[in-house]
């Protein structure tokens, strides 16, 4: 019978040498996006990357935390948590959600000048892999917050029309760059833009609810 360091031999002194070094991050983050290529972000979890990858899953945890920041390491986001940031606008009171929320967003990408946003988002979309998966992470981690908040029936619908306008920001600020919206201060963007997520959120939608749009979404965080 085996200790946990010594399984097979060679395979056991890998694992022994692989939480020290920069290589084992790059092990993980390759391991991380084959996984979620291959079983949808839903279905990875940390656990199914650590096996991939030939580590624990404490390894896993000690370079990126969770399932959100493994996969958002995968598009090239190291430092970045974007859900965090969602959950934590998402708290305050719902009448000054849309304000929040598009402040702390422009905040965010505002950081590095928008230089993650025009490297990230075009490399993402030329990737027909991760295209497929940005959807399932943003229903889960970015969205599946606000609508767990609103607790209304068409919750998915307006949260979808949230992203739409929010998306739009982002491109005309950072990708297409329109003035003087691509250069007004964040607290500007936001009071402008603000009222309309907000009323997106929580205002009345013409030809009212959706079909379709009332049924939940989870948020796994795959442990």
Known sequence: MTDGRADDGAGAARR??????QDTREVVLAGARDEFLERGYEAAS???????AGVDPGTVRHWFGDKTRLFTASLGLADVDPA?????????????????LVRAVVELWDADGGATVRLVIPAVMTDPGLRGLLPQFLGAEILGPIVR???????RLRTALVASQVAGVLMTR????????????P???AALVGPTVQRYLTGDLPGGIASGTGEEQNSPHGE
């Not at 760059?177 to 250069?183: E, F, H, K, Y």
């Open 16 to 21: 022994g040498r692989r939480p020290a070094g």
């Open 84 to 100: 965090t940031l969602v959950r934590a606008a998402a708290q305050g009171p719902v009448d000054g959600l849309g304000e929040r």
């Open 149 to 155: 908040r609103l607790d209304v029936a068409d919750a």
């Open 187 to 189: 607290a500007r963007v």
């Open 174 to 185: 950072f990708l297409v760059p329109i003035d003087p919206l691509a250069t007004l201060p």
């Open 46 to 52: 940390v656990r199914s990357v650590a096996r991939r």
